[in-house]
């Protein structure tokens, strides 16, 4: 078995390769109330950077991730050998699950059912992604017809599906993104109404001409000048879902500092317009997977819903991928395959 672990340097703020260490060790056999199973797709998420570098889990453990496997032997109740399962193997070929078996504590393995959906997107649109952009976008913000809604990292895993559930209540959707060829994605793909880039240098005045009327709902995944281009926008009553900050997750204090300034900065206009700032844990929010699922995975089935994926291959592409994703060169959600599914 072949995993990726930290190496023993700390985490740099945004880590390199060289942060991470390749390791093998045996195949262990599962115990009472364990399963063993086989990584079929890692899922690069930008909080695994938080996790690194606090080294939550235990020590010398392959690098925590939520990933879609395969049941090879069970002796865990309600799993059987073939099983397609929801886990949290982590960068790593093989892992146990189960009883005595580190995990999030929201994080419950799950049996996946194949007909719902490819099963990569357990981890993304039919999982945790899907469940936080429903969450954040349909249940906090609510947007209604002919609001303004923008949305940023619109080209990301959680970005594109909240968009596009603004658009179904009949929104106004502006996405903010990186580089013209997710803009394109965004608006031509997904059907944004419009799509500007956070890397133009006018970013503020190209903001208030595709806002005309103001900005209703910002759905912030980002912070640092995209949030300060929105601020002046919001309008009387807006809301806003904090989803995540991850122009601040290099912080040394992981963005703690960050995200005070940035509600002091927001304090004078969210008191004078009484605009609602709620932030999102998906954890909270548990409860909800199956409604969300109901819900989005037919559309994602017909295409209604369009998702974009960023498929590696190969568990030595991890490390990279991780820190591409985090610099924005992934394009869509960002995933490694390790084995065949
Ligand atoms: P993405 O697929 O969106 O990948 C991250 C993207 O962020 C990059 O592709 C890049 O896109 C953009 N980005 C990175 N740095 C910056 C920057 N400095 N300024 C502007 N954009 C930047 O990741 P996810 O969809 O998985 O996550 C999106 C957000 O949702 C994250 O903040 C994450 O922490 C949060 N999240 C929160 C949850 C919760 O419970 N609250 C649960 C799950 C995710 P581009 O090229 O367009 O700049």
Redesign the pocket.
């Known amino acids: 078995n072949r995993y990726w672990t930290l190496a023993d340097e700390a985490v740099p703020a945004w880590p390199r390769e060289s942060a991470f260490a390749l390791k093998e060790s045996k195949v262990p056999p599962p115990g009472l109330g364990q399963a063993l199973t086989r990584t079929i797709y890692v899922s690069l ?3 695994q950077l938080y996790y690194q570098r606090e080294r939550t889990g235990p020590a010398g453990a392959p690098c925590h991730a939520r990933t879609v496997s395969q049941v090879i032997e069970s002796r865990m109740n309600g799993f059987e050998a073939g099983d397609f399962v929801f886990n949290t193997n982590g960068w790593t070929e093989y892992a146990l699950m189960g009883e005595g078996i580190w995990r999030p504590d929201y994080m419950v393995p799950r049996k996946l059912d194949p007909s719902l959906g490819r099963i990569s997107q357990a981890v993304g649109v039919l999982g ?2 899907g469940l ?1 952009a429903y969450a954040g976008m349909d249940l906090m913000a609510s947007p209604k017809p002919a609001e303004t809604v923008v949305v ?8 594109q599906i909240a968009g596009q559930l603004a658009k179904q209540r009949g929104a106004r959707v502006i996405g903010i ?3 013209d060829a ?1 803009c394109k994605f965004v608006t031509e793909e997904l059907g944004f109404d419009a799509c500007l880039s ?1 890397l133009s240098p006018t970013l503020t005045e190209d903001l208030a001409a595709a806002c005309p009327a103001g900005i209703d709902v910002y759905f912030e ?2 912070g ?1 000048k ?1 949030f300060e281009a929105v601020l002046p926008l919001l309008n009387q009553a807006s809301r806003m879902t904090i ?5 601040y997750y290099g912080d040394r204090d992981g963005g703690v500092d960050n995200r005070a300034a940035l509600m002091k900065l927001g304090e004078p206009i969210f008191n004078a317009r009484g605009v609602t700032v709620k932030s ?4 909270e929010f548990a409860a909800k997977h199956d409604e969300m699922l109901a819900y989005v995975a037919p559309q994602v089935t017909t295409g209604k819903i369009r998702y974009r994926e960023d498929i590696r291959q190969g568990l030595k592409t991890i490390p990279t991928a991780f820190v591409e ?4 060169d ?1 394009f869509g ?2 995933l490694v395959q390790v084995s065949p599914d």
């Open positions: 998420d930008p909080y945790m992604l936080t940023s990292a619109a080209s990301g895993g959680v970005g993104a990186g580089r997710k956070h995944n980002v640092g995209v989803c995540g900050l991850i122009a999102l844990s998906v954890s994703m985090l610099r924005g992934n959600k960002m």
